[in-house]
């Protein structure tokens, strides 16, 4: 007998065992705590949004990237982005202050790629 559980009927199951076992109080505080958990700032010393803030912050991000490459895709966009990459490219390689600044900056990652090697 080949028997299948899928996660989502899983979770259903364990949902249902803990809740009954529990009494309304143990729900409360465990609901109570399951929130907080959600507020409480990170412990990461580099990053100490709360995991709200982070889940928030990524379905933001996730939502944002697919809105803008389905606007490049439309071609009504395909001339007016065409126009702002040119317009860009010729403000840094004709102005002479710009292509100074990239020439030196080039020149110095080519020295750290040549001389910092141990």
Do not use: C, W
């Not at 076992?21 to 409480?40: M, Q």
């Not at 379905?59 to 860009?88: D, T, Y």
Request: hydrophobic share 40%; aromatic share 6%.
């Amino acid at each position: 007998m080949d028997v299948k559980i899928d996660s989502e009927m899983l979770q259903e199951v364990f949902k249902k065992a803990i809740f009954d076992v529990l009494t309304p109080e143990k729900r409360d505080e465990l609901l109570g705590n399951a929130i907080k958990s959600l507020f409480k700032e990170n412990r990461n010393q580099y990053d100490k949004r709360s995991e709200l803030e982070i889940a928030f912050t990524n379905s933001i991000r996730n939502l944002a990237e697919r809105l803008v490459g389905e606007m490049l895709l439309q071609p009504e966009h395909h001339e007016r982005i065409e126009s702002v990459v040119k317009e860009a490219f010729d403000k840094v390689f004709l102005s002479p202050d710009s292509r100074k600044h990239m020439v030196e900056r080039v020149a110095n990652a080519v020295s750290l790629a040549m001389f910092s090697r141990g």
